[in-house]
Nanobody, 121 residues
Framework: QVRLIESGGGLVQAGGSLRLSCAAS????????MGWFRQAPGKEREFVAA????????VFVDSVKGRFTISRDNAKNTVYLQMTSLKPEDTAVYSC??????????????WGQGTQVTVSS
C-alpha cells in the first residue's frame, strides 16, 4: 500500500506562490504516475497536473498552464506542485494522487489527505 502525505498549503494573496509537496511511502514510487487534483467549493473535482513515472510526460489543465509546474524526485519519493501567479479561482482543496497505470480522474489508486489552498484578492 502507498501512503501519500501532502504539505505546503496555505493562504496567499493573488499573484503569490505556493509549493505543494507530496511524499509517498513504499519502495515503488518510481513505478507510479503521480498527479494533483483540486476541488473548489460547489465544484467537481478537477484534474490539475500529472507527471509520468519517469518524469518525461507532463500535462496540465489549461487554466494553470504557464503558472504551475509539476516535478518529481524519485530518489526522495516526492512529487511537487509549484504554483505561481495564483488567482482567487485557484482556491481549492488540492489532493495528491498516484496510479499504477496512466493517471486520470477516474483512474487513481491512492489519494493524499488534501491540503487547502486559499488565494485572496
Amino acid at each position: 500500500q502507498v501512503r501519500l502525505i501532502e504539505s505546503g498549503g496555505g493562504l496567499v494573496q493573488a499573484g503569490g506562490s505556493l509549493r505543494l509537496s507530496c511524499a509517498a511511502s513504499g519502495r515503488t514510487f518510481s513505478t507510479l504516475d503521480m498527479g494533483w487534483f483540486r476541488q473548489a467549493p460547489g465544484k467537481e473535482r478537477e484534474f490539475v497536473a500529472a507527471i509520468s513515472r519517469n518524469g518525461v510526460g507532463i500535462v496540465f489543465v489549461d487554466s494553470v498552464k504557464g503558472r504551475f509546474t509539476i516535478s518529481r524526485d524519485n530518489a526522495k519519493n516526492t512529487v511537487y506542485l509549484q504554483m505561481t501567479s495564483l488567482k482567487p479561482e485557484d482556491t481549492a482543496v488540492y489532493s495528491c494522487a498516484a496510479a499504477w497505470a496512466t493517471i486520470s480522474l477516474n483512474e487513481v489508486d491512492y489519494w493524499g489527505q488534501g491540503t487547502q489552498v486559499t488565494v485572496s484578492s
